[in-house]
């Protein structure tokens, strides 16, 4: 019996001691999750080191010389290294490159990130939906993908930590059975991450969730699960590499791009590429590939037999306002309509919704430049209006029945294409893993194809890797990789508390001040230094309000990270066109004045820049023209609210009495109604509706009814579809409204689409009326030519900061 307890007592204590020490490791890992922020020091409250990149110039001066030396001379102006293709996987190469020691350029055919790598979900993630596939699929390789960009998450938040954080993502959950479910499945989100996870998922009960989200749909919500991935700025991020590369030694130069390929004869290796525009041609000891979804076609010029590898898959996102979505809170609809997932995340002061998953055809949108350069623009590739209706479809499903998802509330919209690597069948690409594969053909390019923003630096390394297996002379020039511990540009002497420093220097507005510590880092300091204020003019000025981008930028962009076009620093410098491409279409103006005059553009350069950049607002749904040297909407084309103003200070008149003559102008800031429109609803309304207590006046009812007759004035619902008919007749832009839409307007104005005479409440008043036109332009598509074919300009009602 004594020795039956001591036994029991050892397997005990045992127990015991093994409990305490796995609780001991699990709290230390808890303790120690998240990600490393840089320790606050003395050092960020003052600027560092100023360190600015070659100009453009000098950059394209050294890639001439490297054509080959001279007899006699020394060879060192060759390059070891040729990477094709300047998005995120390419920049990742140059960074891997130049900081073994290798000697690299990199040339874009277009401008940094101007394709896919600024147009992503803007996530650092392993991927939940991926892991779901892995286990429900049995998919071994979507599991290895998953357990590769986890490791990957933690290495892209140190090494860039003022253009990435972590943010935690809610998933709602609306039956019972699938709490255990979803729990279950970040839990081993977590677990599969190992030391490097951020921070540990948790369960939250319905009432916490609609606290922390409270935009989100209440009815049968169960509960929610919370867990942690990371956010970028992915352009930024870009432009941030690119700059590593170029302090590491990288010679890089945006829009130039390789035409020929230049093979040894007796070999039929490549030696060097010619690049069209700026750069006569050169001959290098070889090439890496990098062109995402544009490597079939570098792959044609080395090999004219070569059959795609990549398949294009068209993402698109929609900006929304602010108010959308809690600051600190993402959402994830695990379930769509078709089986597909839609993110929903703050992100740059407003929320992004998307994304889709379509095939991409590229042959059917390249646009040909000259016999020999046939391309696809990445600004040129734009969102489908029927995407776009799919994303605001699953949005409003999950939010609360009282906020109103109008069309009008897009901000933007953008498309990018995601490189899928092929597995030959044809269809849809939603089930294509989102790996990579590096491939070496016969001639001795290597080309890097598929993967996504958050594996990028470990498909850098594995690029660089086999480069130097190809070309056995580089061993002994190569150290080993450094990217797992080098820090981009900006993040040496950058705290999260540096703003507060930029705001006791230079007087900055707080968001202003954040705003540039966020995009800059530490090169904020350069950035505000280099710029001179005036008495007459801050340069820090915002050049949209109320967003806290600033004029200053538009000439760091040119002098500091090789911006040449308006949209480099609309879209890829500044992130306004895509936070609001009706805020960027009414700086666009600025924007080209200012890189006109530094630059020296003549009057028909600056007008052809202005052109094509205002195609591709308007594709991101900006609407609306823009002169050069105009304002952007002219003197003429006031807003009705401004009007309103202007006749009450003139005459002393309370604004309330001037309603009648404004009615809905004031009700519906994102509404874009055209000229003279509010003054034909009105006479349509007289048209169809009656005196209220007299059924037999409606008929006789007459366009321009005084104050007290419009008060009484109703219209039955059932008369609303005609009387809408009536003005798109008249030749506005009502033809694109879907029945879908129409019934989910009506039933956000609290109207149910009943025949007349059913139920109580079926007449809508004069104002009601417009409300219901403003969320029919708002919540469908609203071409801007009418179908008489003249073109309107629609001017925005009321609507505040930067509209057209």
């Known amino acids: 019996m004594v020795a039956r307890l001591r036994a029991l007592t050892q397997r005990t204590l045992t127990l015991l001691t093994l409990s305490t020490a796995t609780a001991a490791g699990a709290g230390y890992l808890y303790l120690n999750s998240g990600p490393a922020y840089p320790q606050t020091t003395h050092e960020s409250r003052r600027p560092p080191p100023s360190w600015s990149p070659p ?18 001379e020394d060879d060192d102006a060759q390059f070891d290294i040729l990477v094709v293709g300047g998005g995120a996987t390419g920049a ?23 394709g896919t790598s600024s147009k992503s979900t803007k996530l650092v993630h ?23 960009a986890l490791r990957e998450r933690r290495v892209f938040l140190q090494t860039a930590p003022y253009l990435s954080h972590m943010l935690p993502i809610m998933l709602p959950i609306y039956k019972y059975w699938q709490v255990p479910y979803y729990w279950s499945g970040c839990k081993f989100y977590d677990l599969l991450a190992g030391k490097e996870n951020m921070e540990s998922s948790y369960l939250m009960s319905k009432g916490k969730a609609l606290e922390q989200f409270p935009m989100l749909k209440s009815d049968g919500l169960v509960g929610a699960v919370v867990y942690y991935d990371g956010q970028h700025n992915d352009s930024r991020m870009n432009v941030a590499l690119i700059l590593t590369a170029i302090k590491a030694g990288a010679t890089v130069a945006n829009y130039c791009g390789v035409t020929s390929l230049h093979k040894d004869p ?29 490597s079939d076609s570098l792959l044609s010029l080395s090999s004219p037999t070569h059959k795609p590898i990549v398949r294009a898959s068209s993402g ?114 939603e089930g294509l893993v989102r790996s990579h594969v590096v491939k070496v053909d016969e001639g001795g390019m290597v080309t890097i194809a598929g993967g996504k923003w958050t594996t990028y630096r470990a498909m850098a390394e594995e690029a660089v890797d086999e480069a130097i297996e190809v070309c056995p002379g580089l061993r002994a020039k190569a150290r080993k990789c450094q990217t797992q511990e080098l820090r981009l540009v900006g993040s040496e002497g950058w705290d ?84 609001d491409a009706r805020a960027a279409l009414g700086a666009l103006s600025e924007v080209v004045q200012v890189m006109g005059d530094t630059l020296g553009w003549d009057t028909r350069q600056r007008r052809e820049e202005t052109k094509k950049a205002e195609e591709v607002l308007r594709g991101m749904g900006a609407g609306g023209r823009i002169e050069v040297g105009t304002a952007s909407s002219g003197e003429s084309w006031l807003r009705i609210g401004e009007v309103q103003r202007r006749v009450c200070a003139l005459f002393g008149f309370c604004p309330a009495l001037l309603r009648p003559s404004s009615t809905g102008a004031a009700t519906y800031p994102r509404t874009l109604f055209q000229l003279g429109e509010i003054e034909v609803l009105r006479e349509v309304f007289g048209r169809y509706a009656r005196v209220c207590g007299d059924s037999g006046s409606g008929s006789d009812s007459k366009p321009g009814f005084g104050l007290g007759a419009q008060d009484q004035m109703r219209m039955p619902v059932s008369m609303i579809r005609e009387a809408v008919q009536s003005v798109a007749g008249l030749g506005y832009a009502y033809e694109g409204v879907r029945e879908s839409d129409f019934r989910y307007v009506l039933r956000e104005v609290g109207l149910p689409d009943l025949p007349e005479g059913k139920g109580k409440g079926r007449d809508v008043d004069f104002e009601e009326f417009v409300e219901i036109c403003g969320d029919l332009k708002d919540v469908s598509i609203a071409p801007a030519v009418s179908k008489k074919g003249v073109q309107r300009r629609r001017i925005p009602v009321e609507k505040s900061g930067g509209g057209v």
């Open 55 to 72: 100009p453009r110039a000098a950059m394209i001066d050294a890639l001439k010389q490297s054509t080959g030396p001279k007899p006699g």
């Open 92 to 114: 990742g190469v140059a960074v891997d490159a130049a900081s073994r020691g290798l000697r690299v350029a990199l040339v874009e055919r277009e401008d940094f990130a101007s």
């Open 126 to 148: 392993g991927g939940v939906r991926y892991l779901q596939k892995a286990i429900l699929e049995l998919d071994y390789e979507q599991y290895k993908l998953v357990r590769e």
């Open 266 to 294: 007796t070999t039929g290796l490549i030696t060097g590429a010619r690049v069209k525009d700026y750069i006569a041609g050169g001959e290098f000891d070889i090439i890496i590939n990098a062109t995402g979804p544009y």
């Open 316 to 429: 698109v996102h929609i900006a929304l306002p602010s108010y959308y979505a809690p600051k600190g809170m993402g959402l994830l609809d695990p379930a769509t309509s078709d089986g597909r997932v839609v993110f929903f995340l703050p992100w740059e002061g407003g929320v992004v919704a998307g994304t889709t998953d379509e095939p991409y055809d590229m042959r059917e949108h390249i646009k040909l430049q000259d016999e020999k350069d046939a391309y696809l623009s990445g600004d040129n590739i734009l969102p489908r209006e029927s995407e776009v209706q799919w994303v605001m479809d699953e949005v409003r499903g999950y939010l609360s029945g009282d906020i109103k998802v109008r069309r009008g509330d897009v901000l933007s919209a953008w498309s990018g294409l995601r490189p899928l690597i092929s597995s030959g069948a044809v269809g849809s690409t």
């Open 496 to 579: 999260r508390n540096m703003f507060i420093g930029l705001i006791q220097r230079y007087g900055l507005h707080p968001e202003v001040a954040q705003h540039l510590s966020s995009s800059y880092g530490s090169q904020a300091w350069t950035l505000l230094s280099s710029t001179a204020q005036t008495a007459a003019l801050d340069p820090h000025r915002a050049l949209s309000a109320p967003y806290p981008f600033t004029h200053s930028e538009i000439t760091y962009a040119l002098t500091h990270e090789y911006a040449q076009k308006p949209l480099d620093v609309l879209l890829r410098r500044t992130r306004l066109g895509f936070v």
